[in-house]
């Protein structure tokens, strides 16, 4: 499954790219993350708690930065087991273009795999589920980054 699409923050970008390295706020904008903690400057171990469907499980994975362009962008690549809910493992390219001094553009292309009792609850599920979670996530993380918008 692959996702790409943009979102306009009104934030500059500096600011932009600082909240997208602060695991703190990651946490808060992150759909069911339960903890988000640095395990260097570029990994991240992450407890999060989704619902797919019928499905709820607590993933339990890793977060690596790679591909590092600061302040314009990385890739971002994780993996996570769900006990018997099974695992999801995906990235994203991140790529963060300046409007103006004080609007950024955030370009992401995502992609992901899953296997598990996730993998058997169809396509067209698995596919809203994503895209919900991202366009949470990125709801979320502009509120955050720019408060008062």
């Known amino acids: 499954m692959q996702m790409n699409d943009s979102r306009r923050i009104p ?3 500096a ?9 703190d706020i ?10 988000l903690e640095m395990a260097s400057p570029t990994e991240m171990t992450a407890t999060v708690v989704l619902k797919v469907g019928p499905v709820k499980a607590t993933f339990g ?16 690549v ?30 992401y292309e995502a ?7 996730l993998a058997q609850l169809g396509a067209r599920l698995i596919d809203s589920t994503s895209r919900k979670l991202a366009a949470n996530f990125f ?5 955050v980054v720019a408060p008062s918008s």
């Open 11 to 13: 934030a500059a970008k």
């Open 15 to 23: 600011t932009v790219w600082a909240a997208l390295n602060d695991p």
């Open 26 to 35: 990651l946490r808060r904008c992150i759909p069911g993350c339960q903890s």
């Open 61 to 76: 994975g890793k977060v690596t930065l790679t591909d590092i362009d600061a302040p314009n962008g990385y890739r971002i």
């Open 78 to 107: 994780g993996e996570g087991a769900g006990g018997v809910a099974g695992f999801a493992k995906g990235g994203a390219k991140v790529r963060l273009e300046e409007e103006s001094p004080g609007v950024t553009i955030l370009h």
């Open 111 to 117: 992609d992901a795999q899953i296997g598990g009792k």
């Open 139 to 143: 709801e979320n993380f502009a509120a």
